[in-house]
């Protein structure tokens, strides 16, 4: 990995790619593609734009804009002038959304009504080729605020140094090896990490990465094979839906090598849907948050092996496995996962109290440590086994579950296409939630084939369209909602 200060560059993992494959596609929108040198050149008339609006290094510029390859060439000109990248997902609340500019305090919004304005001054400084001078940016500025998607609370925004953003791009690069060949078909937005980085990791193996955001999921499997994808980020919601279209449709399939999982644990049954619809592609396991990105990885040629578990610590980082206490737990105890390592960010933005609970002092290194209130355990060999999120986990009838082995069992149903648990509270018991043509009670029935009794809940509520966030993950306040809602 690049330690040097222009390798910790967030615009650097660009003009790294141009300086070796200039002519190779890096970017692929519906509208078209921009080579990597034609990136960059873009890249350049965004910092020289910016300049003239008076942006100035670490100034905040948000976009609340749809991931094209604009907003690529907006976030390595940001970069460029040493500002700070705040991207938005479109889908954000207004509420969510005033909150977040009121927070991140920019000195400029571009929304879909301004970018019009802005992408015309950008075109005249690209086309006569204006240039400013180069701002001196250092790896400890920040790139980036990526605003956590606020399901649960107000977003918060997660700060993101060039130096951690550079380590854990050329640290996830180390483990899954993208090519120059590879086609990352990406359906995620920038204003979620996992997009954001699809993007570096894109520049870091000199790949194209092709923007499908907006693409219709009637057209996903055939814009998969037109454009050749070869890896493909997913989360369980969408490795369901591809692997529904793929057992309908007939013909070759996309020449996929990689899948990459975030946001919850894939199903067994999904994983051998999607091994079966494309033969010799590998389900990599992955788990990580944002103030870290990425903490664990199951190198993709062991991604048969250790079912359950999400693979090992990044090159040059370290899990540990805490108990209340703080105290070290040993191999196969379960407690708080805790991550450590230069890809650990140093905070949330002008929220201090947040901060000094996640983002703690190792006494003995004085390194920063990010305590995730995730559990989970580790094995003798290292790697991780993610038990659960905090509000994920309770008892019941003596029993310590957590709802996503539930959520698991579920999944594993003929039929059931999405799944989502909700812990009892004082005026409801166990429930869950299914997307599914089957009724209730056979739903009810299966689980109790495959869990303990304590485990098997007392109430499934069948809908026709499952609850997601905007990232794809179960919408927890609006299952509970709706398992509410039933029982009236």
């Known amino acids: 990995m690049n330690d040097s200060p222009g390798g910790s560059l967030v615009h650097s993992l660009l003009d790294e790619a141009v300086a070796e494959a200039a002519t190779s596609s890096a970017v692929r929108d519906r509208a078209g593609a921009w080579t990597y040198a034609e990136l960059a050149r873009w890249s350049r008339a965004v910092e020289a734009v910016l300049a003239r609006r008076g942006v100035r290094k670490g100034d905040r510029v948000v976009l609340h804009l ?125 204003s979620w990490d996992y997009g954001l980085y699809k993007v570096l990791l894109s520049c870091a193996g000199r790949s194209e990465i092709v923007l499908a955001d907006a693409e219709s999921d009637l057209r996903l499997l055939s814009r998969m094979r037109e454009v050749g994808a070869t890896v493909v980020p997913i989360v369980p919601s969408l490795a369901t839906m591809i692997a529904t279209l793929a057992g309908r449709e007939s013909g070759p399939a996309a020449p996929v090598r990689l899948f990459t999982n975030t946001g919850a644990a894939l199903p067994g049954a999904t994983i051998a849907r999607l091994r079966a619809a494309f033969p010799g592609a590998r389900v990599v396991r992955q788990f ?138 004082e005026t409801r018991d166990l429930a869950i939630c299914v997307e599914s043509d089957l009724p209730p009670t056979t739903v009810l029935r299966e689980l109790a084939k495959r869990l303990e009794p304590q485990k098997v809940p007392s109430l499934c509520h069948v809908v026709d369209e499952f609850p997601l966030t905007a990232h794809g993950k179960n919408a927890t306040k609006e299952l509970a909602l709706l398992v509410e809602g039933a029982r009236k």
């Not at 204006?130 to 790139?143: F, L, M, Q, W, Y």
């Not at 999120?389 to 579950?401: E, L, Q, S, T, V």
Request: with cysteine; glycine share 10%; aromatic share 8%.
């Open 288 to 425: 990580g948050q944002t103030e870290c990105k990425r903490i664990t990885i199951m190198p993709p040629d062991e991604d048969t092996e250790r079912p359950g578990s999400s693979g090992l610590p990044l090159p040059g980082t370290s899990v540990h496995i805490v108990a209340a206490d703080g105290t070290e737990l040993p191999p196969g105890e379960i407690g708080e996962i805790v991550a450590a390592g230069p890809h650990v960010m140093p905070g949330y933005w002008r929220a201090p109290e947040l901060s000094a609970r996640a983002f703690r002092r190792d006494k003995a290194t004085g390194g920063l440590r990010l305590h995730t209130g995730d559990y989970g355990r580790l094995d003798a060999d290292g790697y991780l086994y993610f038990e659960g999120r905090r509000d994920d986990m309770f008892k019941r009838k003596g029993i310590r579950m957590s709802t996503l082995e539930i959520e698991a069992a579920a999944m594993d149903i003929l039929g059931v296409r999405a799944a989502g648990a909700i812990p009892p509270s």
């Open 66 to 190: 749809p991931t094209s390859r604009e907003l690529v060439a907006l976030f390595f000109g940001t970069s460029r002038r040493g500002a700070v990248f705040v991207p938005i997902n479109p889908a954000m609340k207004k509420f969510q959304f005033d909150a977040v500019v009121d927070n991140a305090d920019p000195v400029l919004v571009v929304t879909p009504d301004e970018f019009g304005p802005l992408w015309n001054e950008v075109e005249r400084a690209a086309h006569t080729g204006e240039r400013v001078e180069e701002t001196e940016v250092h790896p400890d500025d920040i790139a980036v605020l990526v605003y956590t998607s606020g399901s649960t609370a107000t977003p918060k925004g997660v700060i993101g140094p060039h130096r951690q953003v550079t380590f854990a791009t050329r640290a996830i690069q180390a483990v899954l090896s993208y090519r120059g060949d590879d086609v990352v078909f990406c359906r995620f937005p920038m």
